[in-house]
């Protein structure tokens, strides 16, 4: 199979980067706009490319699999060439590159906005708007804006975070722009934070996440997936299900989606480093087999 990202084509986006900055500007300017957020069938499903801005790179036993840019970007080609890929959800570099390779037409867009809590950094949760903010959004000719809003009953850096997201809630809403927003609740454990999934603490946080903002008509809901319909029971805002780290197993994987994907609620996938980095490589098959899941879904 050719490559997508041939030798040609990273050549020449090296050579923009270097010489021509404002080829960027001019390539957010030229994407072609999708009319809707929604396909045909009333899904989302988007691929992720937001963790190396927090320097969350590691895949499996590959504490630097997203680190190498070229690979990430072919593997993102990839996903993006399969017709039932609605679009991205990426970091402002990301979103750029992608652009110049005018991978982004007809394709939803949603830029992440809060990249500052580092993974493992001692002010993670204290996590800052370092990315895109409602202005830029709108200026970029982008579709949204997502944050991720972790919860920590016992760290005073969710306090600055939960007001950040309610207020970039608000602003995308005054524009009019989807603010889809990632609610967890994690605790600490031996000086590690550890995601609770229990229905108690996600319910909770998706009726925290669902009231940040002067008004929630355009916020979304990005959610573990979960077999408990308490969790999802507890909001009318349309939800998608995010991927999380990869388990190892991509059938589980595949088959949990499934099921939380059935509840009314859920409208589709936005999904990374599971789709990205399958453990046997062939993105384009793992991409498949989620849409088909999706798909099988609604």
């Not at 989302?44 to 790179?57: E, K, S, T």
């Not at 950094?121 to 991720?148: N, P, Q």
Request: charged share 25%.
């Amino acid at each position: 199979m050719t490559p997508l990202l041939t030798d040609e084509r990273w050549s020449e986006l090296l050579r923009v980067r270097a010489t021509d900055p404002g080829g960027v500007r001019r390539a957010y300017a030229s994407r072609r706009r999708r009319e809707n957020l929604l396909s045909d069938k009333g899904t989302l499903f988007l691929v992720a490319a937001d963790h190396p801005a927090r320097g969350a790179l590691g895949v499996g036993g590959d504490p630097l699999a997203m680190a190498d840019r070229r690979s990430l970007l072919e593997r993102l080609l990839v996903a993006l060439a399969n017709p039932a890929v609605d679009g991205l959800l990426a970091t402002p570099d990301v979103v750029e590159e992608l652009l110049l390779l005018d991978a982004l037409h007809d394709k939803v867009v949603i830029g992440s906005m809060n990249r500052g809590g580092l993974a493992g950094a001692d002010w993670e949760i204290d996590d800052r708007f370092t990315g895109y903010h409602a202005a830029s959004l709108v200026d970029c000719r982008l579709d949204g804006g997502k944050m991720l809003l972790r919860l920590v009953d016992d760290d005073p850096g969710t306090v600055p975070t939960l007001q950040a997201c309610a207020d970039a809630v608000t602003e995308l809403a005054s524009y009019g722009l989807v603010a889809m927003v990632e609610p967890l609740p994690y605790a600490r454990a031996e000086g590690r934070l550890v995601l609770q999934k229990d229905a108690a603490a996600l319910a909770r946080a998706v009726t925290v996440a669902s009231g940040i903002g002067v008004t929630s008509a355009h916020t979304w809901l990005k959610l573990p997936s979960t077999d408990d319909t308490a969790v999802l029971g507890a909001t009318t805002l349309p939800v998608v299900i995010l991927g999380g780290v990869p388990s190892g197993d991509p059938a589980a994987d595949l088959a949990s989606w499934g099921r939380t994907l059935r509840h009314d609620v859920v409208r589709g996938l936005v999904v990374g480093r599971t789709l990205l980095y399958p453990p046997d490589g062939d993105v384009g098959s793992a991409v498949a087999a989620a849409a088909k899941i999706l798909e099988a879904a609604k």
